[in-house]
């Protein structure tokens, strides 16, 4: 994928499984923040929340982009790195750490998406929500995977688009979505509809 940095070393790639990173990375997506906001975002001790950005600092997940001088202390800000696990360095992880990192993407996914619908993130027009099961031999999973790849390489040269539009006119690109994208197998259920008879 364009634009992002693929994380080769398994034992970095570890550093993930810690759910409190992960939903850190998660808030930070597509902004800056400053560990007291996302301390108090989150409902987690500043103390906690500020060894943790450190390591997501020092390992390169996240970059400083700029400091405040805020009550007589410096306040620092965060942004993130956009980063994709590599393959190799996937198969690499033990199954119970793959098995951390997707479950505490989900749990933060399920958040977002909850507190998006509860707020009317889903009523705008431009929203959309596909949920379909589709059957295919290992050649159609493939292409379907590599098409989801697209989308989001897309998605990524659309955002550079807004961004570099935002900058030559007085209006911001400041209008936050949530793009997710999942494309996973799942066992065959007695209530799910059959293709193959």
Not at 39 to 56: F, K, N, P, Q
Not at 76 to 83: G, L, S
């Amino acid at each position: 994928m364009q634009g992002l940095e693929f994380l080769t070393d398994p034992k970095i790639v570890k550093m993930l499984a810690h759910p409190l990173r992960l939903r850190l990375l998660m808030a930070l997506q597509g902004r800056e923040a400053s560990p007291s906001q996302l301390a108090d975002e989150l409902g987690v001790a500043l103390g906690t929340v500020s060894y943790h950005m450190r390591i997501l600092h020092e390992k390169g997940f996240i970059k400083l982009v700029r400091e405040e001088q805020k009550r007589g202390a410096m306040e620092h800000y965060y942004a993130p790195v956009q980063w994709v696990i590599s393959e190799q360095a996937w198969k690499n992880l033990p199954d119970s750490l793959q098995a951390g990192i997707i479950g505490s993407a989900l749990s933060q996914i399920g958040e977002d998406v909850f507190s998006a619908a509860s707020a009317g993130g889903f009523d705008a027009p431009h929203s959309h929500l596909t949920r379909d099961i589709v059957f295919l031999d290992e050649e159609g999973a493939n292409q379907l995977s590599k098409e989801v790849a697209n989308l989001m390489d897309r998605a990524l040269a659309i955002e550079a688009e807004s961004k570099a539009r935002s900058k030559n006119s007085r209006e911001k690109a400041t209008q936050r979505f949530h793009l997710v994208l999942m494309f996973f197998s799942s066992p065959e259920d007695a209530n799910v509809r059959n293709l193959s008879k």
